[in-house]
């Protein structure tokens, strides 16, 4: 904890931020090197203890990463495969056919909302962004109609249904019905993906343009000489990109198929873990993807070792943005924030909104705002009666997705495979994540009234 307190600290954690801001946009100094500076001066000018800051800095890194890293890694080779295969190209064709061209950015939410149920926004990320590569090549369309509305579906799943952990965690803090919460979070998510997605991509489209050439959609749009004419069936595409979400589903539900504690309950929850199920998926897929399209073993290992190269930038970037999270938690920095939430006169179902909103500002975590700020409002909800539990899940779950910016890895992975700079990542993506926040709010607030 440093020496200084209250609303210093709240002004010091304001200036990093557009230090950070500034720095990158401005100067065009390299974001990663930029986050580890401004974090060591914002621990040293908060009087944190000077051993202590680049310890915190490099156990946010190491939290962040040690997730993360392996399912970049992972999820970029699966990608890589299937497009070499033709397997993005084949799904991005079966889209732009059923939904029609025009609609390309209705048939991203849709996709993401569907893959996006059972994993972590970084995972289903990693999966969908060869497709939507594929499908703006293929409509020639922006990387921004197609892939705000796919971060918006996966999102919004992310931060308002469970089985996601945060939200899961939620419904166990605040006593809630799992039934009733997936059914109200379907009711309030439905619609507000649909605004935040397709409808604001559209709007800000017109506002926001990208560079012409993007290295990564390069990496994940080639297609080998032999697939042409002789892509793999949608099926079998589907299936390969599909396994690791019903892996982790059976993973999931592992206590209801098998008695805890028992060898095949252990093993559905070993092969149902994210990394374990990108792992089985990706070699699964050197054979759907691979083998089977006729491509020798040398052939994969040069399509596995090129593709990782082009994202140790983003991985160091968004390790660099949970180690700066990772400061202002230790600085002291996220608990002023959440007083200042924590006492404001509000109702519950707004409360627990707010803190989440504080803490997902201050961490840049989703998943940690979820969870913390349940922990915080689930006394005081229990202290007031006739408050419905499931909607306030839903009401936290919508705070911690707002106002995604510098200290979120997730802000990080959007703007490099995008190819934007820091100032078009807040206005398409920060500004997607506070609508879904406040839509989510203000839906959630007008189902309050009828149930």
Same mark, same amino acid.
């Given at each position: 904890m440093g020496a200084v307190t209250g609303t210093t600290l709240l002004i010091y954690a304001l200036i990093a931020v557009i230090?950070?801001? !500034?720095?990158?946009?401005?100067?065009?100094?390299?974001?990663? !090197?930029?986050?580890?500076?401004?974090?060591?001066? $914002?621990?040293f000018a908060v009087g944190m203890? +000077?051993?202590?800051? &680049?310890?915190?800095?490099?156990?946010?890194?190491?939290?962040?990463?040690?997730?993360? *890293?392996?399912? %970049?890694?992972?999820?970029? +080779?699966?990608?890589?495969?299937?497009?070499?295969?033709g397997g993005a190209e084949r799904i991005a064709l079966t889209l732009i056919n059923f939904f029609g061209e025009k609609n390309v950015h209705w048939a991203m939410v849709v996709i993401a909302f569907i893959v996006g149920l059972p994993v972590f926004f970084e995972v289903g990320f990693v999966l969908l962004i060869p497709i939507a590569f594929n499908v703006a090549k293929r409509t020639?369309?922006?990387?921004? $109609?197609?892939?705000?509305? +796919?971060?918006?579906?996966?999102?919004?799943?992310?931060g308002l249904i469970p089985p996601h952990p945060a939200a899961l965690l939620a419904v166990q803090a605040y006593g809630a019905d799992m039934g009733r919460t997936i059914l109200y979070a379907l009711i309030v998510g439905v619609p507000t993906a649909i605004i935040a997605g397709p409808l604001f991509a559209k709007l800000i489209d017109k506002h926001v343009k990208l560079p012409a050439v993007n290295p990564l959609a390069e990496q994940l749009t080639e297609e080998a000489s032999s697939a042409k004419g002789n892509l793999p069936g949608f099926g079998i595409t589907v299936l390969t990109i599909l396994l690791p979400v019903f892996l982790m589903l059976i993973g999931s539900w592992a206590d209801l198929i098998a008695t805890p504690k028992t060898f095949a309950n252990d093993f559905l929850k070993l092969i149902g873990n994210s990394v +374990?199920? $990108?792992? !089985?998926?990706?070699?699964? /897929?050197?054979?759907?993807?691979?083998?089977?399209?006729?491509?020798?073993?040398?052939?994969?290992?040069?399509?596995t070792n090129e593709c990782v190269a082009p994202t140790a930038i983003i991985t160091l970037v968004v390790g660099a943005g949970g180690g700066f999270g990772r400061v202002l938690r230790d600085s002291g920095i996220s608990t002023a924030i959440v007083d200042v939430a924590t006492h404001a006169h509000v109702s519950v179902l707004v409360l627990g909104w707010l803190v989440a909103v504080m803490i997902r500002i201050a961490t840049g975590s989703a998943t940690v705002a979820m969870t913390t700020a349940a922990g915080i409002v689930a006394p005081i909800a229990a202290s007031v009666p006739g408050?419905?539990?499931?909607? $306030?899940?839903?009401?936290?779950?919508?705070?911690?997705?707002?106002? /995604?910016?510098?200290?979120?890895?997730?802000?990080?992975?959007?703007?490099?495979?995008?190819?934007?700079?820091? *100032?078009?990542?807040?206005?398409?993506? /920060?500004?997607?994540?506070?609508? %879904?926040?406040? &839509?989510?709010?203000?839906?959630?607030?007008?189902?309050?009234?009828?149930?």
């Open positions: 230090a950070l801001v !500034i720095l990158i946009a401005k100067f065009k100094l390299n974001p990663f !090197i930029t986050l580890v500076v401004v974090s060591v001066a $914002l621990g203890p +000077m051993g202590d800051i &680049v310890k915190s800095f490099e156990a946010g890194v190491g939290g962040t990463l040690g997730h993360i *890293a392996l399912v %970049i890694g992972l999820g970029t +080779m699966l990608g890589k495969m299937m497009a070499e295969s020639n369309t922006s990387m921004i $109609l197609v892939g705000i509305p +796919m971060v918006c579906g996966l999102s919004v799943v992310h +374990m199920a $990108l792992l !089985i998926a990706t070699l699964f /897929s050197f054979y759907t993807f691979g083998k089977a399209r006729g491509f020798t073993r040398d052939m994969i290992l040069k399509f408050t419905r539990p499931e909607l $306030l899940v839903l009401t936290t779950g919508a705070g911690s997705l707002i106002l /995604s910016h510098v200290n979120d890895g997730g802000f990080w992975l959007v703007k490099e495979y995008f190819n934007m700079t820091v *100032a078009q990542t807040f206005k398409t993506w /920060s500004v997607a994540e506070t609508l %879904i926040s406040v &839509v989510a709010l203000l839906f959630t607030l007008a189902l309050a009234t009828v149930v």
